[in-house]
């Protein structure tokens, strides 16, 4: 970089204001193995630019070999997160309504861990695909090493959902939410990382904030908003998640039609479940409103 570029302060050249070297696209710090980066603005600048450069590459790079340690170390921090939240979770008592809310709470951790990482990552990646435009290519048929990555998180933690729910909170995994609805994500990220079309996904992870606010009602009652709920799960997961299907359907460069089978499916279970809310606590919000007026 040259003085002024990017905004970035100048300094006096030298080793220590060299560009950080790279190592498989992923910048590395200076000076000796393991040693933090040191030195003036521009270097440590330098190296997050490259950084958020290389995560945004598309077409993604990410070797077969990156992809099976980028799902270990997922792994590693899912079941850290599970680890502390068993932590914090045990029942002060043995009494059979303590074990209950201790395993009820427990089922959900990983959930809200998930719904909140994702409600995040998928309100910037949105912003930054809106930015960059979405007309002139097919968003959902595109990737790039940050979604790689997020899909690769996300088939992680269902599998892992799924299989210690199988020891830990069984009564918890329900049929639908649960075995149809991992089962049928974990195959959605395969077949997303087998064709590099992975921006579309972590488009719609902003889909998850209903989730995430599902799981913090769950895991303590005082926090749970059956009205937040909702009317964040239909303007997301059925208003949004519709014009996106309206997207990949009218956009001029043709959608993949596996996702569009997707589309379809997740369209249906969303519709299904908003209609259960709404018989079940949509009647009842609306309720006091109309006594009101009458």
């Not at 490259?50 to 077969?64: C, H, I, N």
């Not at 064709?195 to 009602?217: D, H, K, M, Q």
């Not at 009652?221 to 909702?230: H, M, N, P, T």
């Not at 997740?266 to 479940?273: F, L, P, Q, S, Y």
Request: glycine share 8%; with cysteine; proline share 7%.
């Amino acid at each position: 970089l040259h003085k002024g570029q990017a905004g970035l302060p100048s300094c006096a050249p030298g080793p220590r204001c060299a560009v950080p070297p790279v190592q498989g696209g992923i910048p590395l710090p200076l000076g000796r193995p393991g040693a933090p980066l040191r030195g003036c603005p521009r270097t440590t600048a330098a190296a997050a630019m490259a950084f958020v450069e290389y995560m945004l590459q598309s077409p993604p790079t990410v070797e077969p070999e990156a992809l099976v340690k980028w799902g270990v170390g997922c792994a590693v921090v899912d079941l850290v997160v599970f680890a502390v939240a068993y932590a914090l979770t045990r029942p002060r008592d043995g009494s059979p309504a303590a074990r209950k809310v201790a395993r009820t709470r427990l089922a959900w951790s990983l959930t809200f861990f998930s719904a909140a990482l994702t409600t995040v990552i998928g309100t910037m990646y949105l912003k930054y695909r809106l930015d960059t435009g979405v007309w002139e290519h097919n968003v959902i048929m595109m990737g790039d090493n940050l979604s790689v990555l997020v899909c690769v998180f996300f088939l992680v933690l269902n599998a892992l959902d799924l299989a210690l729910g199988c020891i830990f909170y069984f009564e918890h995994l329900d049929p639908l939410s649960s075995w149809v609805h991992h089962t049928l994500y974990i195959t959605l990220m395969l077949y997303c990382l087998k064709i590099n079309a992975t921006s579309g996904f972590v488009l719609f992870t902003i889909e998850e904030y209903p989730t995430y606010v599902l799981a913090l009602g769950r895991m303590d009652k005082s926090l749970r908003s059956d009205a937040v709920f909702g009317l964040s799960f239909g303007a997301l997961r059925i208003l949004l998640h519709f014009a996106g299907a309206v997207y990949s359907f009218t956009h001029p460069q043709p959608t993949d039609k596996g996702l569009i089978v997707f589309l379809i499916l997740t369209c249906a279970m969303h519709g299904h479940w908003f209609s259960t809310w709404v018989r079940k606590y949509g009647m009842k919000l609306a309720a006091p409103s109309k006594a009101k007026r009458a």
